[in-house]
C-alpha cells in the first residue's frame, strides 16, 4: 500500500504542473471595452463666437521679442551646461570609499 507521505505530496506537485500547463495553453479573453464610455473633455468649451468683437482685437506676437526670448533662453542653457561639465570632469570621492564598520551586539 502506498503512504500517504508519498500520495499528498504527488498529487499537489500534480495539481501545480496541470495548473501552469492550463494557463499557458488556454488563451486570455480579450478586454471589454465599454462602446458607450466617452473620456472627459479637458479643453475648456468655447462660448464666443469666432466673428466677436475680442477675436479681431488678438495682435500675432511681434517675431523681434520671438527671437530676444529664444536668445536669451539659448544663453542660460549654455552658461548650465558649462557648470554641469565642469562639476562632471572631477571625481566626487578621490580616495578609495570607506565601507561601514560592524555595529556591535545588543547586549540584552
Given at each position: 500500500m502506498?503512504?500517504?507521505?508519498?500520495?499528498v505530496?504527488?498529487?499537489?506537485?500534480?495539481?501545480?504542473?496541470?495548473?501552469?500547463?492550463?494557463?499557458?495553453?488556454?488563451?486570455?479573453?480579450?478586454?471589454?471595452?465599454?462602446?458607450?464610455?466617452?473620456?472627459?473633455?479637458?479643453?475648456?468649451?468655447?462660448?464666443?463666437?469666432?466673428?466677436?468683437?475680442?477675436?479681431?482685437?488678438?495682435?500675432?506676437?511681434?517675431?523681434?521679442?520671438?527671437?530676444?526670448?529664444?536668445?536669451?533662453a539659448?544663453e542660460?542653457?549654455?552658461?548650465?551646461?558649462?557648470?554641469?561639465?565642469?562639476?562632471?570632469?572631477?571625481?566626487?570621492?578621490?580616495?578609495?570609499?570607506?565601507?561601514?564598520?560592524?555595529?556591535?551586539?545588543?547586549?540584552?
Open positions: 502506498i503512504s500517504w507521505r508519498l500520495t505530496p504527488a498529487v499537489l506537485v500534480a495539481a501545480a504542473i496541470a495548473g501552469c500547463i492550463a494557463y499557458f495553453v488556454t488563451p486570455t479573453p480579450p478586454q471589454l471595452i465599454k462602446a458607450d464610455q466617452q473620456s472627459p473633455s479637458t479643453a475648456p468649451k468655447a462660448t464666443g463666437r469666432p466673428d466677436s468683437a475680442a477675436s479681431k482685437n488678438v495682435e500675432p506676437p511681434s517675431t523681434e521679442d520671438d527671437i530676444t526670448a529664444y536668445q536669451r539659448a542660460a542653457i549654455l552658461k548650465r551646461a558649462q557648470n554641469a561639465k565642469a562639476s562632471a570632469d572631477e571625481p566626487a570621492i578621490a580616495g578609495p570609499v570607506p565601507l561601514p564598520r560592524r555595529r556591535p551586539l545588543p547586549r540584552p
